[in-house]
């Protein structure tokens, strides 16, 4: 069970703890233009934006949650503890008494997830077996091998179903050519019968050099592409390693999402790009 608020270090704690709720009402309290009491313009001044960020940041419908958005893929400093004392530096003192109840409900529940995750599910062992069970982070792909030397990839390959045919594609041409790099396809190389969350956590954090980022309309749609790519977001906050690796295969009616805007993107939609794509992605997963 994770101790209560008053015992948390907020500053160890990352944005993505907070909740749609959380968010929504920062923006109820600093979206409206203020002459009075400090509004987004100057949380993000405080948090390192430039006068032309912001200025583009005022056609945003909701241009506290882009900020928070933005603030938290770019740099490796975003946590709890640093929203709640910019605030307080600002002297919106106001805004961190009424929705501090809330935030610390909210890091409560997101430190209790990261501990189930953590935690292996409970198996009921075989009557009739004398071999210990395979510890669930060892036994988790096809070619683990059971005297627990795990199996390794290049990349961790973050998609949904609608997109599988690229996906397959990019086996083809990743794995089966002379780039010989090694994907991580989660229904291909992952065995059935584990938790989802602890073995995406384990692979995308442990196991993976990279994750690429299938990004199409679906992919916005999908809670499991949303959970695996703030995960990895959380692991280098700022693409500081070049962790991510967005990657747009066809044309979008959605926008692209905006926690991905700061990384540089491999567009399969180019036409006067697309002989060089695959030698691009394929270098950017055999950097060491």
Do not use: H
């Amino acid at each position: 069970m994770a101790g209560s608020s008053s015992d948390v270090d907020l500053w160890k704690v990352p944005l993505v703890a907070l909740n749609v709720t959380v968010r929504r009402k920062l923006g109820l309290y600093l979206n409206p233009k203020n002459t009075v009491a400090a509004d987004w313009m100057t949380v993000a001044e405080e948090m390192g934006f430039t006068y032309l960020e912001i200025k583009n940041y005022e056609a945003s419908k909701n241009p506290t949650r882009t900020v928070l958005e933005d603030w938290q893929a770019r740099s490796k400093d975003t946590s709890v503890g640093k929203l709640l004392s910019i605030l307080t530096e600002v002297e919106r003192k106001d805004v961190v008494e009424d929705l501090r109840p809330q935030i610390d409900e909210d890091v409560r529940k997101y430190l209790e997830s990261l501990q189930r995750k953590s935690e292996p599910p409970l198996q009921v062992p075989e009557v009739d077996s004398c071999v210990p069970r395979t510890p669930e982070r060892f036994g988790i792909t096809v070619e683990d091998d059971p005297e627990g030397a795990p199996e390794m990839f290049d990349a961790f390959i973050c998609y949904c179903q609608n997109d599988f045919q690229f996906v397959c594609e990019m086996i083809r041409e990743l794995e089966q050519t002379d780039y010989k790099l090694k994907l991580c396809v989660f229904d291909r190389d992952v065995l059935p019968g584990s938790c989802v969350w602890t073995i995406t956590s384990e692979l995308i954090e442990k196991r993976c050099k990279r994750m690429v980022v299938v990004i199409s309309d679906e992919y916005l749609e999908s809670d499991a592409c949303d959970f695996q790519t703030k995960f990895a977001l959380s692991l280098c906050p700022g693409a500081r390693n070049k962790r991510l690796i967005p990657v747009i295969y066809k044309t979008m009616k959605k926008p692209f999402p905006t926690i991905l805007r700061f990384l540089t993107v491999c567009d399969y939609t180019k036409p006067c790009t697309q002989a060089w794509f695959w030698i691009r992605l394929a270098k950017a997963l055999s950097l060491p």
